[in-house]
């Protein structure tokens, strides 16, 4: 059984301790009514659980976190950030294939926790 989701950030700080806490986050960045990210949640959910099943994902939306995603500079949704070893590692912005996001986790995964 895997650890519940971590609660999504809502300022830098908090996802600063969240990427510093664990070996690897994916983090999915929307806004309330984007049918594309809609779309995209489950699959990569899906991809996670099935071939990735010792990352976390969190989805953090403009509406709740407007600042952290300025910060971030995130302006086009979906946007889904990997890190690990406490940095990010890729960004993937608007249209990309789920199949390009477990390709570009696959390696750093395999060293921090062993064969995907």
């Excluded at 890190?83 to 912005?93: I, L, N, P």
């Excluded at 249209?95 to 921090?112: N, Q």
Aim: hydrophobic share 50%; with cysteine; proline share 7%.
């Amino acid at each position: 059984m895997t650890d519940p989701a971590p609660a999504a950030p809502r300022t830098r700080e908090e996802l600063d301790a969240l990427v510093d806490a664990l070996d690897g986050l994916v983090v999915l960045f929307t806004e309330d009514f984007c049918q594309v990210a809609e779309a995209v949640e489950p699959k990569l959910a899906a991809l996670l659980a099935e071939q990735f099943p010792a990352l976390r994902m969190v989805v953090v939306s403009r509406n709740d976190a407007p600042e952290l995603l300025a910060q971030l500079g995130v302006l086009s949704f979906p946007t889904v950030v990997l890190y690990f070893g406490g940095r990010e590692t890729q960004r993937f912005v608007r249209t990309f294939a789920i199949d390009a996001v477990g390709a570009a986790i696959d390696r750093p995964y395999e060293i921090l926790f062993g064969a995907s």
